[in-house]
């Protein structure tokens, strides 16, 4: 199974459309969006081609392969206009005998660990930022942003497959990766 991870779309139509563009190309099995769907915040400028309501549309053409959790700029207007759920805080997937928390980095994140066991899996958005370490015999991934990357960082996705963590750029750069083994 393939994986594809996406954080932080801020209800960018340009980025979302790439994403999903990337997803076919990958022949992932599903995506993962880490939280922060439509809304763009009160501290982030508006994303490229801001348009909540098509990224609402597209994505749900893709309802059935879609896993998702809420991001601190979702709300329960935003569930009203998306096709699949999104309102919880994390949800845990089981994946090649590993565990994964999935969550926006809100709420639990590195400085924050949900409790886990070793060699479980922590993936979160939130900050931005790509990210793929191992802690404290932990596994801690963030995919960094579609739309509004920090830090001079590439807009990004992750892709899991095989035990290994991908995070690539839409021009097909490997960013960082790690082996979840």
């Not at 994986?3 to 459309?17: E, F, K, P, Q, R």
Request: glycine share 4%.
């Amino acid at each position: 199974m393939k994986l594809m991870v996406i954080s932080d779309i801020h209800g960018s139509y340009y980025y979302i459309n790439k994403a999903l563009e990337k997803f076919r190309e990958e022949e992932a099995d599903y995506i993962i969006l880490l939280g922060d769907i439509l809304y763009h915040g009160p501290r982030n400028p508006l994303p490229k081609e801001y348009n909540p309501s098509k990224v609402s549309t597209v994505l749900n053409e893709l309802k059935e392969k879609i896993i998702s959790v809420r991001g601190n700029c979702d709300s329960e207007v935003d569930q009203l206009v998306l096709e699949f759920p999104m309102m919880s805080d994390y949800n845990v997937l089981f994946y090649n005998n590993k565990r994964i928390f999935v969550t926006h980095g809100h709420l639990f994140n590195e400085n924050n660990m949900p409790p886990l066991e070793d060699e479980d899996v922590l993936i979160h958005g939130h900050t931005h930022l790509p990210v793929a370490k191992k802690t404290n015999n932990k596994y801690i991934l963030n995919p960094g942003s579609i739309s509004l990357p920090k830090e001079n960082n590439p807009n990004s996705y992750g892709i899991i497959e095989d035990d290994t963590f991908i995070i690539k750029d839409f021009e097909e750069n490997i960013i960082k990766t790690i082996n979840l083994v």
